[in-house]
């Protein structure tokens, strides 16, 4: 998948008040998607089943309005969440949103930009000289829907005229052209999620693949963005440190060593939420989610998740900073966890 073209869109009226809100629904009815208005809260359509109504949602765009007065922290990657989109049309069994979107994972844009980057503004006064970070991927992936809202073009536009703040965001997705040419001052740093491809055949659905975001990534550099690469989630399994090694032999065919990347590396973990959906909807996935085999930890949220051992996080650790530094000597990690 390129882009999302979503099957059904639920669009909130006020939505319609804001100027993405009436052009988004100018540029829907012209493709011909089905629209349906609604008021205050989302409408509840039921396809029968828990998995009936995830994929449904998962094809469906809702357009509305972003009401909450606070953006939630966003550690270890930024200050701050941006919130612009949420959600994602792609389909990986592991994927950190099942915590939180549960049975209804819709898409949902935010079309009242101009009111989100106020607030952005007042955070970033408040934090002067201290530089402040955001994050446009937290809970969504949005360059799926880039081609629809123009968000993030318009994110990168107006962060460029902050020295005290950064943006940066993450994706799987490739639809990146329109963002090439934006004025950006560096200011925006675009991250590219990849796996080896055991994990990405196996457990990533509707997303293009490695080599597709490598090319991607190449593109975005070449555009003068700082540019890095998110490894997640690390996954242990039989000859992973081949599969891992692969990896890296493709980053090499695609970046130059010579280029100041950062990486962020995050091993797999799990909810306990996110594994009753995952058996749920995935009934048959492979994706490791035995417990005993894990450590409990509280995060930052307030939930509790699964990650690795100790030894086999230090070993984790190890083998991925060797690599790096190996391929990339001047990259930087920015964290593990
Ligand atoms: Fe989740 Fe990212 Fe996959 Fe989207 S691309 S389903 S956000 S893991």
């Given at each position: 998948?390129?882009?999302?073209?979503?099957?059904l869109?639920l669009m909130?009226?006020?939505?319609?008040?804001?100027?993405?809100?009436?052009?988004?629904?100018?540029?829907?009815?012209k493709e011909?998607?089905?629209?349906r208005?609604?008021?205050?809260?989302v409408?509840?359509i039921?396809?029968?089943?828990?998995?009936?109504?995830?994929?449904?949602?998962?094809?469906?765009?809702?357009?509305?309005?972003?009401?909450?007065r606070?953006f939630?922290?966003?550690?270890?990657s930024?200050?701050?969440?941006?919130?612009?989109?949420?959600?994602?049309?792609?389909?990986?069994?592991y994927?950190?949103?099942?915590?939180?979107?549960?049975?209804?994972?819709?898409?949902?844009?935010?079309?009242?930009l101009?009111?989100?980057?106020?607030?952005?503004?007042?955070?970033?006064?408040?934090?002067?000289?201290?530089?402040?970070?955001?994050?446009?991927?937290a809970?969504?992936?949005?360059?799926?829907?880039?081609?629809w809202?123009?968000?993030?073009?318009?994110?990168?536009?107006?962060?460029?005229?902050?020295?005290e703040?950064?943006?940066?965001?993450?994706t799987?997705?490739?639809?990146?052209?329109?963002?090439?040419?934006v004025?950006?001052?560096?200011?925006?740093?675009?991250?590219?999620?990849?796996?080896c491809?055991?994990?990405?055949?196996?457990?990533?659905?509707l997303?293009?693949?490695?080599r597709?975001?490598?090319?991607?990534?190449?593109?975005?550099?070449?555009?003068?963005?700082p540019?890095?690469?998110?490894?997640?989630?690390?996954?242990?399994?039989?000859?992973?440190?081949?599969?891992?090694?692969?990896?890296?032999?493709?980053?090499?065919?695609?970046?130059?060593?010579?280029?100041?990347?950062?990486?962020?590396?995050?091993t797999?973990?799990?909810?306990?939420?996110?594994?009753?959906i995952?058996?749920?909807?995935?009934?048959?996935?492979?994706v490791?989610?035995?417990?005993?085999?894990?450590?409990?930890?509280f995060?930052?949220?307030?939930?509790?998740?699964y990650?690795?051992?100790?030894?086999?996080?230090?070993?984790?650790?190890?083998?991925?900073?060797s690599?790096?530094?190996?391929?990339?000597?001047?990259?930087?990690?920015?964290?593990?966890?």
């Amino acid at each position: 998948m390129l882009y999302f073209v979503p099957k059904l869109v639920l669009m909130n009226r006020q939505a319609l008040e804001y100027p993405m809100g009436s052009r988004l629904m100018k540029c829907l009815q012209k493709e011909g998607i089905q629209i349906r208005l609604f008021d205050k809260k989302v409408p509840v359509i039921s396809r029968g089943s828990f998995t009936k109504d995830f994929f449904f949602a998962k094809q469906t765009m809702v357009v509305t309005v972003w009401r909450r007065r606070e953006f939630q922290t966003c550690r270890p990657s930024a200050h701050y969440q941006l919130p612009l989109v949420s959600g994602c049309p792609g389909i990986c069994e592991y994927c950190y949103l099942n915590t939180n979107l549960g049975r209804r994972p819709f898409i949902k844009v935010y079309v009242n930009l101009e009111e989100i980057f106020a607030r952005a503004e007042q955070y970033i006064k408040e934090r002067k000289p201290e530089l402040t970070l955001f994050e446009g991927a937290a809970t969504s992936d949005p360059v799926a829907v880039e081609r629809w809202t123009g968000s993030l073009q318009k994110a990168i536009e107006y962060f460029a005229r902050f020295e005290e703040a950064r943006f940066r965001f993450v994706t799987k997705f490739i639809d990146i052209d329109s963002l090439l040419g934006v004025e950006h001052k560096g200011h925006t740093e675009i991250r590219f999620s990849i796996n080896c491809d055991y994990v990405v055949e196996r457990f990533e659905k509707l997303v293009p693949s490695n080599r597709e975001r490598l090319e991607a990534a190449r593109k975005v550099m070449e555009a003068g963005y700082p540019t890095g690469f998110l490894i997640g989630p690390i996954m242990i399994f039989d000859r992973w440190r081949e599969e891992y090694g692969k990896l890296f032999e493709m980053l090499k065919e695609y970046m130059p060593r010579d280029t100041s990347l950062t990486f962020e590396l995050i091993t797999h973990r799990f909810t306990p939420r996110a594994k009753t959906i995952i058996r749920q909807v995935y009934p048959r996935t492979e994706v490791p989610l035995d417990e005993s085999k894990r450590k409990f930890k509280f995060g930052q949220f307030g939930y509790g998740k699964y990650i690795y051992m100790d030894d086999d996080m230090t070993e984790l650790k190890d083998y991925f900073s060797s690599q790096i530094t190996r391929v990339f000597p001047k990259a930087k990690i920015l964290y593990f966890v």
